[in-house]
């Protein structure tokens, strides 16, 4: 799957149930929606990241396999942490639903990459 189609695929998967809690929630709580909205967003952009990395990864030698992959990770993780503290701290979001939201999508999105790369055709190595 091509890096354009798969970032498609997971904003329409955030998109999607944002839009319902909108409809169905937001007028009641905009404050945790915002938040969940946030975390989401967040989970979204490190999904697109990690696979941008993964294809990366693939493509190279093993240098540059282990620098994208531990590499990247490392800046996702420390990316991400910033992130959560700058909203909870200076943008004034609940915790609860932001880490709900953040979480839950983060699973979701793993397992989405989990599975599409490992339906990705493979070069054939030469045994040696």
Do not use: C, K
């Not at 396999?65 to 490392?74: D, K, P, Q, T």
């Not at 503290?85 to 004034?92: K, N, R």
Request: proline letters at 4%; charged letters at 10%; zero cysteines.
């Amino acid at each position: 799957m091509t890096l354009t189609r798969y970032t498609a695929l997971v904003i329409g998967l955030v998109a999607v149930p944002l839009s319902a809690m909108a409809v169905l929630w937001g007028a009641d709580d905009p404050t945790g929606l915002r938040s969940a909205a946030f975390g989401a967003g967040l989970a979204g952009l490190n999904a697109i990241a990690a696979y941008a990395l993964a294809l990366l990864a693939q493509r190279g030698s093993n240098n540059i396999f282990m620098a994208a992959v531990l590499g990247g990770m490392l800046a996702r993780m420390a990316l991400m942490l910033g992130a959560v503290a700058y909203g909870l701290g200076m943008l004034d979001l609940r915790r609860l639903p932001l880490v709900t939201a953040l979480l839950t999508y983060f699973v979701v999105f793993l397992t989405f990459e989990l599975l599409t790369l490992n339906r990705r055709p493979h070069a054939a190595e030469p045994l040696s």
